[in-house]
């Protein structure tokens, strides 16, 4: 078996071109994983392909199939819920740091599918948890630290990072700004933890190895995927580094770190 890797390297652009060469190799199934743009394009290139995704946007919403339960066409694949998640991360950061009123969020272009889906989650947790949200959206590397300045001078005291994929090649950034700024911070996913973030909570790490053995494996041996009933992770993790939230001065809350998933001392 032969396998094809193309990325966009954060090019959104390049996505159509990439997924239609794809399409002219014959490839007999498409993963098409990360941002929501992925699986659109390999759908936008091939009705016929079987198309596995694997991102964080709801598959429905997008068109991509008529129910999770029966997809009914030729996409399939697993839902990370990573935009469902953005309430229950602010829930769990207000946990952490219950003086902050104000949280910032810092997000990615405000033009985006996923901007519009996870602003909505926050700004409904906001609004139960009687917290002020401030929207940071950033559209390229050369914007963070304007983005953290104005989280400084409108006196936030807590950050949401979004979940957009290009974030986690640009976390050596985010990281240093929010330690440079002294902002608890609650991130995407665990990279951002073992990498001194403060903490992150994401679908479980195991969600890729379902991608390559339930989906593609019985695609490559005959089953449809209008036959495969996407699937939403069942397994949340939540990480949580002792060391950061000492530098920050925090003191972890004793029922919030009975419920880490993986603590970093």
Do not use: C
């Amino acid at each position: 078996m032969a396998i094809e890797f193309r990325w966009a390297n954060n090019q959104l652009g390049q996505l159509p071109a990439l997924a239609a060469d794809l399409v002219g190799l014959r490839a007999a199934v498409i993963v098409a994983a990360g941002a929501i743009s992925s699986p659109l394009a390999a759908k936008a290139a091939s009705s016929t392909i079987p198309i596995v995704l694997a991102g964080g946007a709801n598959p429905v919403k997008l068109g991509l199939v008529a129910s999770l339960n029966r997809p009914g066409g030729n996409v399939t694949g697993l839902t990370l819920l990573t935009t469902e998640l953005g309430g229950k991360r602010l829930e769990l950061l207000s946990q952490m740091v219950p003086q902050a009123t104000t949280v910032a969020y810092l997000s990615g272009p405000s033009s985006s599918l996923l901007f519009e889906e996870e602003t909505s989650e926050i700004r409904e947790a906001a609004r139960a948890l009687g917290r002020e949200i401030i929207l940071l959206a950033v559209r390229s590397n050369f914007e963070f630290e304007a983005a953290f300045e104005t989280l400084v001078q409108r006196g936030a005291g807590a950050l949401v990072v979004g979940t957009f994929p290009w974030f986690f090649d640009r976390r050596d950034k985010i990281l240093a700004l929010a330690a440079r700024h002294k902002i608890p911070a609650m991130y995407p996913g665990p990279p951002f933890v073992f990498e001194g973030g403060l903490m992150s909570y994401s679908a479980g790490r195991g969600v890729f190895r379902q991608v390559g053995f339930h989906y593609v494996g019985q695609i490559l041996k005959g089953v449809k995927p209008s036959d495969l009933p996407v699937q939403q992770p069942t397994k949340f993790e939540l990480v949580i580094n002792l060391r950061t939230a000492k530098a920050l001065g925090l003191t972890v809350p004793p029922a919030l770190l009975a419920t880490a998933d993986e603590v970093i001392e």
